[in-house]
């Protein structure tokens, strides 16, 4: 069952838009890596590592489907924040944004009565509410801290656990 244009253009997209998360991820790292707060830039490779599979796994199932995959340019991402809480704040907003858009993919698949795309991008949809749960948990540690260093410095130790976590698994 080959997927029709429309279908195939969005998951195109959406490669675009994966690698997009994961170039975005990688200049949130490399800003936090400028900084003393490096357990978030570990944490934010994580997120970029992340974002990467979730653009194989598109790569992957557009070839099963017997479509073609279209790369397309990956704009610059933002490397300079203000604050931690302002680099999560722009975490969230795009974890919002993907969300946003593997929901446009469901609706399309639905109308089309695509059922092995709408069973496929079931794990993405758990998978972003994960994405966006985490991100948000971090954001309520640092708007709850605000600017207290030694409470910023607890909240980055607790990131890099995280994204020592991810590299044993």
């Known amino acids: 069952m080959k997927l029709s244009n429309k279908l195939e253009k969005v998951l195109n997209d959406q490669i675009n838009l994966e690698f997009s998360s994961a170039y975005a991820y990688l200049g949130m790292a490399a800003y936090f890596d400028r900084t003393p707060f ?25 070839v099963e489907r017997g479509g ?12 300079d924040f203000k604050s931690p809480l302002e680099a999560f704040k722009a975490s969230l907003g795009h974890e919002q944004k993907v ?7 469901y609706e399309l698949a639905t109308a089309e009565k695509d059922y092995p795309t709408l069973s496929f991008l079931k794990w993405f949809l758990d998978e972003q509410v994960e994405e966006e749960r985490n991100v948000g948990d ?4 640092l708007e709850l801290v605000g600017d207290n260093t030694s ?9 890099a656990m995280r994204a020592a976590e991810n590299a044993k698994s």
């Open 99 to 105: 969300s946003a858009s593997i929901c446009a993919i």
């Open 151 to 159: 409470s910023l410095y607890q909240v980055d130790r607790h990131a």
């Open 38 to 62: 490096t357990g978030f830039g570990k944490w934010m490779q994580v997120q970029s590592s992340e974002e990467l599979g979730h653009a194989n796994r598109f790569f992957k199932y557009i």
């Open 138 to 141: 971090m954001l309520a540690k």
């Open 68 to 79: 073609k995959v279209t790369l397309q340019a990956i704009p610059e991402p933002k490397c």
